[in-house]
């Protein structure tokens, strides 16, 4: 209920009325501290280190890569280019006031942890300060409770916590998201708005296409709401803030005229590939209108999806004016993800603060009912809290992030075996989900060779230890699960979830053929996920093939996360095979 429609028992509750400006100012920084200082937490997850020296985020080799990159032209446009201009000012800034070290010979990896931890910095900062914008939407609809509320779910969410320790790109949209969602909602609540206010808005609007092209969508919202706030002066503002919109995309991302056919290039590559899917990890999964509703449960919350489903739906049978520009945004971007093949988790963080002002709406409307209804809005507040320290809450999962991945633990053991002449397999292109046995398991670029992706690392891999063994050359189509491993008889075989989990789901060929054989030829003996590794799990093998296989399944699918795909980045488990008689 925005101030405006307030009774005069209502006005005299401060919990329903819209608080002086001095209140407001103070809740949003408290806001913003307190979800920064939750963000913090296990910040230095994965970073690079003398075992592996690239992050173990599939992502952010790529952009520390783009940040060495002059500036608005990173060479790298499958997204917007603000955020990596963003970072760049930091990491310059970084290198100026020595927090991040200079590179020195055989130690470039230094350089690269500070690039990393500053664009993470830079993603906590941005999901902090989404929640405290997102607290400033909402009390533009409801009162100080349902706005404190709306923020305070938005910023336990555990899957966009979790991102926000990331050098990425995803939780710095969801920032603009929500700048836009408030200017919009200022626009709707005002009888005329001043000008600025819609140039304003259709700013952060191109900002937010400039990051993420799909943030283009919240033109929807903007014109809507210039719509129902002055139907006569539509036209006028519509330009005003569509030509805002244009320009503030060209700022963000200039790269599409100074350096045009390397941007279409991506561009293209980019729809390409959210058309066509990403290898196996989203292959036999349901329609991505089915899948991201899961994405939304891991990345804000079963509780909170709920409360705002129902806060949504009180608006529309109230037909609130604020629920259709939020509602317009909302659905196309469900559209535009649902049809696409591509399902990350990270993908749904942009609809987390439109569903966070549905949270506003219940917990006011609840407040509005009295005092035996006061008692649900606390115990939402509660569950949600308790939520937190559940093993795939917020707390959880920052705890999990705090402790030595299980790839360190691997590969420190398996490294002491390799040393000692023992031989070490692998199943598909070492990559991030690796054990760090080198230095270069998430390499980008190896400098020496020319080398990138997947041929760098298996360059890298062979320059380090001829017992690394993967089957395939270098520049040269590679098959995982190959038989071929199985007859150079490696004294260890190493897999992760990211490998096994997919290809068992959809029964690929090449996977069905080397597990029997693996399971004949070599035991399970060590399962690095816990702090501590499980030494030979399973005891002697017996009853078969069939039943060690169910076993090898449990081992990988009894550990959590084991999706959204993007949440396993930071706890996979790996699975050590031994030849038998070794």
């Not at 609809?141 to 709306?150: C, E, K």
């Not at 990051?211 to 719509?227: D, E, Q």
């Not at 060779?449 to 690392?457: H, I, N, Q």
């Amino acid at each position: 209920m925005s101030s405006e429609q307030q009774s005069p028992q209502e006005s005299s509750d401060v919990l329903l009325s819209r608080p002086s400006r001095r209140v407001v100012a103070s809740v949003f920084i408290l806001i913003a501290l307190a979800a920064m200082l939750l963000r913090l937490g296990g910040i230095g997850w994965g970073l690079p280190n003398e075992s592996h020296h690239n992050s173990l985020h599939p992502d952010e080799p790529i952009l520390a890569a783009a940040e060495a990159a002059p500036y608005f032209k990173p060479g790298f446009y499958n997204y917007g280019s603000l955020y990596t201009t963003v970072q760049k000012l930091l990491c310059d800034a970084g290198r100026t006031y020595g927090w991040i070290p200079k590179a020195t010979e055989g130690k470039l990896w230094e350089e690269e942890r500070g690039v990393v931890l500053t664009g993470r910095v830079l993603s906590a900062a941005a999901g902090s300060l989404a929640c405290a914008f997102l607290f400033l939407a909402a009390l533009e609809i409801v009162g100080l409770a349902g706005a404190v509320a709306a923020a305070f779910l938005l910023s336990i969410g555990p899957g966009f916590v979790v991102h926000a320790r990331f050098q990425t790109t995803d939780v710095f949209v969801t920032l603009l998201v929500a700048i836009a969602l408030w200017l919009v909602l200022r626009i709707v609540r005002s009888e005329n708005s001043p000008l600025r206010l819609v140039i304003a808005a259709g700013a952060c609007c191109g900002l937010a296409a400039g990051t993420k092209y799909t943030g283009v969508l919240l033109l929807l919202s903007l014109w809507s709401a210039l719509y129902i706030a002055d139907k006569g002066q539509f036209w006028k503002r519509f330009w005003a803030g569509t030509a805002a919109a244009a320009v503030a995309f060209f700022i963000a991302t200039p790269g599409v005229l100074i350096d045009s056919a390397k941007f279409w290039k991506d561009f293209s590559y980019e729809l390409s590939h959210t058309a066509t899917g990403h290898g196996l990890v989203f292959e036999n999964t349901p329609s991505g209108f089915l899948y991201h509703i899961g994405n939304l449960v891991a990345a804000y919350g079963g509780v909170a999806l709920l409360a705002s489903v129902g806060g949504l739906a009180m608006g529309g049978v109230k037909k609130s004016a604020w629920l259709i520009p939020v509602a317009l945004f909302a659905v196309a971007y469900y559209i535009a993800i649902g049809r696409a093949e591509v399902k990350f988790m990270r993908y749904v963080f942009p609809l987390l603060p439109c569903l966070a002002l549905g949270v506003g709406v219940i917990v006011e409307e609840l407040h509005r009912r009295g005092t035996l209804w006061r008692i649900a809005n606390a115990l939402l507040v509660l569950i949600a809290g308790i939520s937190m320290t559940s093993p795939t809450g917020a707390v959880g999962l920052t705890m999990l992030m705090a402790d030595q991945d299980p790839r360190e633990q691997a590969g420190k053991w398996l490294l002491e075996r390799v040393r000692s002449g023992a031989s070490l397999g692998f199943v598909s292109d070492p990559w991030f989900y690796s054990p760090t046995v080198f230095p270069g398991t998430n390499l980008f670029f190896y400098p020496s060779t020319g080398l990138v992706g997947a041929d760098a690392r298996l360059a890298a891999m062979r320059a380090a230890s001829e017992r690394l063994i993967r089957v395939g050359e270098v520049g040269q189509a590679r098959s995982d699960y190959n038989l071929e491993l199985l007859d150079l008889a490696p004294d260890y075989i190493v897999i992760s979830s990211f490998e096994f989990l997919d290809h068992d789901r959809v029964r690929d060929p090449g996977y069905m053929r080397f597990m029997p054989e693996l399971l004949k030829r070599y035991d399970l003996t060590t399962i690095f996920w816990a702090d501590t590794p499980t030494t030979r799990p399973e005891g002697p093998i017996e009853g078969g093939v069939e039943r060690d296989w169910s076993r090898v399944r449990f081992a990988f699918s009894s550990r959590y996360p084991t999706s959204p795909h993007d949440l396993m980045y930071i706890r996979p488990t790996l699975c050590v095979f031994q030849k038998k008689g070794n």
